[in-house]
């Protein structure tokens, strides 16, 4: 077996993070995990070469045979770099294979100390040999200490962290950033129980709802919905205790992208209506021209060219009277590249005549034109959308040329949603087969779903 090989083709995270695919990790269904592989491209021959099973074992659990055995479940597991847990699978536990005395908890300071310098010496000399499998086990954990009283610059501290935290959600994806997101929100939640004043406690509830309000958005970008629903529930009761009206809309905005994502339409148009309201109490032109133009995008997707375009419109008007640099950080993001590509996506889901098709062009060219670095994973949307739009008006050499760039840019980012929107340019691209290169646009679309780094 060529292991160099088989590791450098290891199965992307995006698929272990797919409902249905949990479900059958869930419920330890390994012949409907192969087949969901299977669905996405994965040989019979590559499962067993990472799980280490011949492929006639392969075809047994197929045809029906169940895997009960604890250590092949975990083999399979380890195998496929299925995170442990998701299995109900237990990591190595400590009392099966403890951590070395350096890292053990017991005895005084000076004992400590004494087994700190012992194994530094050892590793200096190359004595101690290296161990990669315990690394990859956590050490012992021990919460961060939180003042007694806090102030003004403690709420401050976690503005600050969710607003860098924010700027890499943008820029590389849930996925690199959401661990952190949760590790600061866990810190910042034990500020709950310290002493402060009123005004202070109202705007740490505010805080701790939007640290929520972006815990939820980085689960909804590797698929994880409903930690995503958990935390944006949470936020909006926070938002709305602390008497932040803008906050709250954001978070109903958040809500309905969730839903639109899982074509739930209907039920995203209602938060994004919940959303409006909320806005008008904040009056935030800004908030109601995001939520109209969203509405757009609901209401092109239901069919209804009427109120997707007079919401358009709306949105547009609202937009020109916003002051965006007094906007609030949660909703500062919303410039004119996003309101010329949402209502760029909302045109090319009206289907009455290629007019719309031209004009959605026209605005998510200038979108992707105006896109910031920073904001690379908005980029991506907007790639996907032109091209997929270019290719149905039958510009196939710039659709396929935009479409190369989106797939580029999706293998940069850790994020489920990217690669769960290039549905739209596949089967765009798909009908277009026939032209030069198509071929080589699908057969990257399919690869990414398989590995996003390549």
Known sequence: MNVTHVSEQAIS?????RPAMRQALASRDIAGVYQLLQRVGVSQRRIAALTGQSQSEISEILNGRQVMAYDVLV???????????????????????????????????????????????????????????????????????????????EVETVEKVTESLRALDYRYGGGICRDAVLAQLGWSNQLLRASCTEEVGRRLHRALADQHNLAGWTAFDVGLYPAARRHLARALEQAKY???????????????????????????????????????????????????????????????EKLALKSVSR???????????????????????????????????????????????????AS?????????????????????VQLLLGEVEAG???????????????????????????????????AAGADHLLQRIADVRINPQR
């Open 75 to 153: 083999r399979i597991a380890d195998g496929l770099g299925v995170p442990r847990g998701y299995m109900g699978l237990a990591y190595d536990g400590d009392s099966q294979h403890p951590l070395p005395a350096v890292y053990q908890e017991d005895g005084d300071e000076d004992e400590q100390v004494r087994k700190l310098l012992a194994h530094a010496a050892q590793v200096t000399i190359g004595a101690a040999p290296a161990s990669v499998e315990e690394w990859s086990r956590p050490l012992p954990h021990q919460e961060t200490p939180v003042p007694d009283r806090i102030g003004e610059a």
């Open 13 to 17: 995270f995006a698929i272990w993070e």
């Open 315 to 365: 949105a547009r008007d609202e937009f020109a009277r916003a002051d965006q640099d007094s906007a609030p950080g949660w909703v500062r993001f919303f410039g004119q590249a996003d309101l010329d590509a949402a209502s760029g996506v909302t045109l090319s889901n009206l289907v009455a005549s290629d007019a719309h098709l031209s004009e959605a062009a026209e605005l998510l060219a």
């Open 368 to 388: 992707v034109e105006g896109r910031a670095h920073d904001m690379a994973r908005s980029k991506v949307f907007e790639l996907i959308a032109l091209a997929t």
């Open 242 to 304: 602390a008497g932040d009206p803008s906050l709250a809309a954001n978070i109903l905005y958040r809500m309905g992208r969730v839903h639109l994502h899982q074509e739930r339409v209907k039920d995203a148009l209602r938060f994004f209506q919940l959303g409006q309201i909320s806005a008008q109490d904040a009056s935030c032109e800004l908030t109601v021209a995001m939520l109209c133009v969203n509405e757009a995008w609901a209401y092109a997707l239901l069919g209804d």
């Open 400 to 434: 396929l040329d935009h479409g190369h760039q989106a797939v580029t840019l999706v293998t940069q980012l850790r994020s489920v949603r990217t690669i769960d929107r290039l549905a739209p340019l596949e089967k765009a691209a798909f009908k277009r087969r026939a």
